[in-house]
């Protein structure tokens, strides 16, 4: 279930995950300049912290083995979510550190890449229980320096929420009293407890920028015989979780016909589009979104992937298009929502076919993109607006009234309301992923031009590869 398609083609080879992400590193930095011990280091894992600690479940003591790896070291603090799982290893979440690297160089957010893993199934424990285990990992992370605003800042992933990163952060604050920055040790926390608005939705918004940036170059558009825009765009979404439900929303928004769902019951399909509200609340009441009014029933789930669409965004699963189905996949523009729902193997065959992939460390770095922005937050100790809401409300309400007084014409409600509106928390926390989006798509786009290749994921890549370089080489060598 956790592994991506580089998993399991690592696998396949006999090649472990992280080697399979060193060769993809290989392929990309054979467009980079540097020389070689700059890329051995930037490939290394700079700490790797595999730690057994005692937790006492009901009458038994039970030993939990849990990693924390930092891949790099390049910037400061270090980034990465934390999954508790039954798969949780050494190898996977050093690769997955690894990839954080990367995704946080592609989107110049200015972290080094780590990753956390506790091995357990959440599933088997109770709340009580998973805080006991939380807690201690978090105070392991503390003994041992691996945890600080400045050192290394967690977040959520598989089988991790908001509540697991509040218990981390009380357990880091109550151990660093007086620590003024301690909320800043942790992201992806609730709202009242120093987490920021719009981390939620912050991934499929992300989705839905990239994608929307990509269509508004007239000249790509022109290549796949598509109109310029994101507008009568015909959408295909798998997965109503989090990333799908949210890219969905704004695809919707955006002026996009959303003409196929899939979910792991079946898909639906109307070519003439489907109501994203109705058809959740259709799910909620029937448990299925199957039997949707006015859509066609898809019984294999997969096969809505097929279905005749303009952009297709795998936003569920790992390994969904694959060599077995990659040549019937109509979509032009395979947007990557979910981690590695494309095989090598269905990369080559949709390059060939002239599709367009938009590659998943920078399409779903929405995310850690407004992490980011929520560990800013802390350390700055105030909402984002508080300051200047009011301030540029009153300035907006001057201009306002001058050119009223000057034209003699007064503006309607809604454009008054429009035009004064001062900036919230949520509207500064959607610009700034909105900018970030369209400029890391520009930096990907020139370096494939450059370049003279189609493979978007290379190209991201080989761009990630430069910046963390560029770094290495300035700091220097420490002696
Ligand atoms: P989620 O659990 O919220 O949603 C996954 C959805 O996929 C669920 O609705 C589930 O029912 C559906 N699904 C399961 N099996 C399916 C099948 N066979 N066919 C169709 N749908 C199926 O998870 P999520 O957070 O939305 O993550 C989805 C993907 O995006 C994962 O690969 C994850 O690693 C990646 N991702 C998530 C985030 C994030 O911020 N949540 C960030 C980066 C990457």
Redesign the pocket.
């Given at each position: 279930m956790v592994e991506t398609a580089t998993a399991k083609a690592a696998k396949a080879q006999h090649y472990s995950f992280f080697q399979g992400v060193e060769r993809n590193f290989d392929k990309a930095a054979g467009f980079t300049r540097f020389e070689k011990g700059i890329l051995e280091q930037i490939k290394a894992c700079n700490s790797v912290y595999q730690m057994k600690f005692p937790v006492r479940i009901g009458d038994k003591i039970e030993v939990v083995e849990a990693y924390r790896v930092q891949h790099s070291h390049h910037k400061l603090p270090c980034k990465g979510g934390i999954r508790y799982s039954m798969d949780v290893n050494q190898d996977e979440v050093m690769a997955l550190a690894a990839l954080m690297t990367y995704k946080c160089a592609i989107v110049n957010v200015p972290f080094g890449g780590a990753k956390g893993g506790i091995r357990i199934n959440p599933k088997n424990y109770t709340t009580f229980e998973l805080e006991k285990i939380t807690r201690r990992y978090a105070s392991e992370l503390v003994k041992k320096n691996f945890i600080g605003p400045g050192i290394d800042v967690p977040a959520p992933d598989y089988g991790t929420g908001a509540r697991e990163m509040s218990w981390i952060a009380d357990t880091y604050a109550s151990l660093k009293p007086g620590e003024i920055d301690a909320l800043g040790c942790v992201t992806g926390k609730p709202v009242t407890q120093g987490g920021v608005r719009g981390r939620t939705e912050?991934?499929g918004l992300g989705v839905f920028y990239g994608v929307r940036e990509l269509c508004n170059v007239a000249e790509d558009m022109k290549r796949l015989g598509l109109s310029t825009g994101i507008e009568g765009k015909k959408v295909v979404v798998?997965?109503?979780?989090?990333?799908?439900y949210h890219a969905a929303k704004f695809f919707y928004e955006g002026g996009a016909i959303i003409v196929g769902l899939?979910?792991?019951e079946g898909g639906i399909y109307n070519e003439k589009g489907l109501d994203l509200e109705k058809v959740v609340a259709h799910r909620k009441a029937t448990g299925s979104i199957l039997d949707f009014p006015g859509a066609t029933n898809i019984a294999n789930?997969l096969e809505t992937l097929e279905q005749e669409c303009d952009i297709l965004i795998p936003?569920?699963?790992?390994n969904v298009i694959n060599a077995s189905n990659a040549a019937r996949i109509k979509a032009k523009i395979i947007g990557e929502?979910?981690?590695g729902p494309l095989t090598p193997e269905a990369d080559e065959i949709l390059l060939q076919k002239g599709a367009i992939i938009v590659p998943d460390m920078y399409l779903?770095a929405g995310?850690v993109t407004v992490s980011y922005f929520e560990w800013l937050k802390n350390l700055s100790h105030v909402r984002f607006g508080r300051m200047d809401k009011r301030f540029s409300e009153n300035q907006n309400t001057n201009i306002l009234q001058t050119v009223e007084s000057l034209t003699g014409k007064r503006v309607t409600d809604i454009e008054r309301r429009q035009i004064m509106h001062g900036p919230d928390e949520v509207d500064l926390v959607y610009s700034g992923l909105e900018d970030t989006m369209i400029g890391s798509y520009h930096e990907i786009r020139e370096a494939m031009l450059s370049l003279n290749m189609t493979d978007m994921r290379t190209a991201a890549f080989t761009v990630a590869i430069n910046k963390v370089g560029v770094s290495y080489e300035e700091l220097g060598i420490f002696p």
């Open positions: 912050a991934t798998q997965g109503l979780g989090n990333v799908g899939a979910e792991y789930s936003a569920a699963l790992e929502g979910a981690n779903n995310g």
